[in-house]
T-cell receptor, first 115, second 111 residues
Framework: EPEVTQTPSHQVTQMGQEVILRCVPISNHLYFYWYRQILGQKVEFLVSFYNNEISEKSEIFDDQFSVERPDGSNFTLKIRSTKLEDSAMYFC?????????????FGPGTRLTVL | KQEVTQIPAALSVPEGENLVLNCSFTDSAIYNLQWFRQDPGKGLTSLLLIQSSQREQTSGRLNASLDKSSGRSTLYIAASQPGDSATYLCAVNANTDKLIFGTGTRLQVFP
């Protein structure tokens, strides 16, 4: 069964460093998302991406964050200068026809630890 | 602003019990509602998706209902098993390009 994959599973970085989190969505899906979950808190939406551009973003997704689909398979989240409060589990998700019609499929997550 | 609440926050039951998890949302103008399972330190596994026009969806021992007008959904788990132990999350899509999640119900089923 097709699944969303994410790498790395765990990333440790120093405050102020740049990190890139990688995701491979399900191959025929067109809509891509990043969410995050700070330990013990709710899963929060960060950004949605369709047709090579951001379709919606949350207040969390400030200028330190960017997303890219560099080729036909990968979808990346870049954090330019990490802060302690960026420590969280980051989930990538995708769906085929847009959120109003289809369920979202989530990857296993990348645990980001900022020291 | 859409808020999603889940009660109870935690539930511990003996194996074999039927149980109900509750999800409520403040804005009834939703496109759909999705139930997920999350194992500790793991990703989210989609269990059921209910469109706003539907009243319920079933998958195996799981049944999810939706009452959009009252802003409620329930997830019914029949004949619970220790393998059902996990956190269950509900999330709504309210006419935007994102899911809004509840805080989850942590379920433990003991033998």
């Amino acid at each position: 069964e097709p699944e969303v994959t994410q790498t790395p599973s765990h990333q440790v970085t120093q405050m102020g460093q740049e990190v890139i989190l990688r995701c491979v969505p399900i191959s025929n899906h067109l809509y891509f998302y990043w969410y995050r979950q700070i330990l013990g808190q709710k899963v929060e939406f960060l950004v949605s991406f369709y047709n090579n551009e951001i379709s919606e973003k949350s207040e969390i997704f400030d200028d330190q964050f960017s997303v890219e689909r560099p080729d036909g398979s990968n979808f990346t989240l870049k954090i330019r200068s990490t802060k302690l409060e960026d420590s969280a589990m980051y989930f990538c998700a995708s769906n085929a026809q847009g959120i109003a019609y289809n369920e979202q499929f989530f990857g296993p997550g990348t645990r980001l630890t900022v020291l | 602003k859409q808020e999603v609440t889940q009660i109870p926050a935690a539930l511990s039951v003996p194996e074999g019990e039927n149980l109900v998890l509750n999800c409520s949302f403040t804005d009834s103008a939703i496109y759909n509602l999705q139930w997920f399972r999350q194992d500790p330190g793991k990703g989210l596994t989609s269990l059921l998706l209910i469109q706003s026009s539907q009243r319920e969806q079933t998958s195996g021992r799981l049944n999810a209902s939706l009452d959009k007008s009252s802003g409620r959904s329930t997830l019914y788990i029949a004949a619970s098993q220790p393998g059902d132990s996990a956190t269950y999350l509900c999330a709504v899509n309210a006419n935007t390009d994102k899911l809004i999640f509840g805080t989850g119900t942590r379920l433990q089923v003991f033998p």
